[in-house]
Nanobody, 115 residues
Framework: QVQLVESGGGLVQPGGSLRLSCAASGIIFSGNAMGWYRQVPGKQRALVATITSTGITSYVGSVKGRFTISRDNAKNTLYLQINGLKPEDTGVYYC?????????WGQGTQVTVSS
């Protein structure tokens, strides 16, 4: 059974930083492209960053230069370093494969950016 467990969210002031983690089990993590997705109230989950099995990364325009996705295949863990947080970054962050697998969704981790 696949399990993805996100952590590292919290309440931060604008301009602050967070590092999100996603611990994966039940999948051959190293062989999967992975992504971070964000859901804000009233909207669908949207992709923000992806990383291939070989470490090639991509980002949506609004987060380029501020978000860094990375992975540690030895630890079966995906990361998202977020710098320069803005109020519009507020939402629940999820990890999943890229493209998504519906049966992989975890609980997510809440990020709230507010002064």
């Amino acid at each position: 059974q696949v399990q993805l467990v996100e952590s590292g969210g919290g309440l931060v002031q604008p301009g602050g930083s967070l590092r999100l983690s996603c611990a994966a089990s039940g999948i051959i993590f190293s062989g999967n492209a992975m992504g971070w997705y964000r859901q804000v109230p009233g909207k669908q989950r949207a992709l923000v960053a992806t990383i291939t099995s070989t470490g090639i990364t991509s980002y949506v325009g609004s987060v380029k230069g501020r978000f860094t996705i990375s992975r540690d295949n030895a630890k079966n863990t995906l990361y998202l370093q977020i710098n320069g947080l803005k109020p519009e970054d507020t939402g629940v962050y999820y990890c999943n494969a890229a493209p998504v697998r519906r049966d992989y969704w975890g609980q997510g981790t809440q990020v709230t950016v507010s002064s």
